[in-house]
Antibody, heavy 129, light 109 residues
Framework: QITLKESGPTLVRPTQTLTLTCTFS??????????VGWIRQPPGKALEWLAL???????RYSPSLESRLTITKDTSKNQVVLTMTNMDPVDTATFYC?????????????????????WGQGTLVTVSS | EIVLTQSPGTLSLSPGERATLSCRAS???????LAWYQQKPGQAPRLLIY???SRATGIPDRFTGSGSGTDFTLTISRLEPEDFAVYYC??????????FGPGTKVDIK
């Protein structure tokens, strides 16, 4: 069973850097093809994809936020860390991490499997002075 | 950059009715790269449909995905009380790597 859980501060001051950790179980980032993504959701608003890190350390970022984001992994701890710099009140959101694995049960890459599943429960981060 | 729009923003229906939700892309999207999620208040999104038309594990057959090119549809044949939620489409592509639509809320009429 795959599970993920986000952790980090609930309150961040404007201009500070946010550091969030995703701790997962049931899979390994040493496994070919596996990835972990981060998605955020401001209160009452839509989901927004932020970043993805893959088993081979390939990193992808949302173009609109790329300059502020860094995603890293620690395979020995089964953790993925997301940092976001220069936080602003508009960055107040629930942050989710999620599993990504575009391979089918036989281990073959599949074009249809580009999605995030499952997701962690999310963690609400408020940016306020 | 591919932008997804969803319509309507809110759909007010009664249990037992049919719901038709639209997701439109600003450029053609491979049907392989389109997924749908359901999100209830206070919960993480749940995967419903991937590859535009394949149901995820455990998803009831009243949920059907269809479409190609720039127009995709999620149909809920007969709404159950637990189906009232917000629905998002997700596309995978070159830039951005992933993007979500703004969502459609299905609420009780």
């Amino acid at each position: 069973q795959i599970t993920l859980k986000e952790s980090g501060p609930t309150l961040v001051r404007p201009t500070q850097t946010l550091t969030l950790t995703c701790t997962f179980s049931g899979f390994s980032l040493n496994t070919g093809g596996v990835g972990v993504g981060w998605i955020r959701q401001p209160p009452g608003k839509a989901l927004e994809w932020l970043a993805l890190i893959s088993w081979d350390d390939d990193k992808r970022y949302s173009p609109s936020l790329e300059s502020r984001l860094t995603i890293t992994k620690d395979t020995s701890k089964n953790q993925v860390v997301l940092t976001m710099t220069n936080m602003d009140p508009v960055d107040t959101a629930t942050f989710y991490c999620a599993h990504y694995f575009p391979f089918d049960a036989r281990g073959f890459f599949s074009d249809t499997l580009h999605f995030f599943d499952p997701w962690g429960q999310g963690t609400l981060v408020t940016v306020s002075s | 950059e591919i932008v997804l729009t969803q319509s309507p923003g809110t759909l007010s229906l009664s249990p037992g009715e049919r719901a038709t939700l639209s997701c439109r892309a600003s450029q053609s999207v491979s049907s392989s790269y389109l997924a749908w999620y359901q999100q209830k208040p206070g919960q993480a999104p749940r995967l419903l449909i991937y590859g535009a038309s394949s149901r995820a594990t455990g998803i009831p057959d009243r949920f059907t995905g269809s479409g190609s090119g720039t127009d995709f549809t999620l149909t809920i044949s007969r709404l159950e009380p637990e189906d009232f939620a917000v629905y998002y489409c997700l596309q995978y592509g070159s830039s951005p790597f992933f993007s979500f639509g703004p969502g459609t809320k299905v609420d009780i009429k």
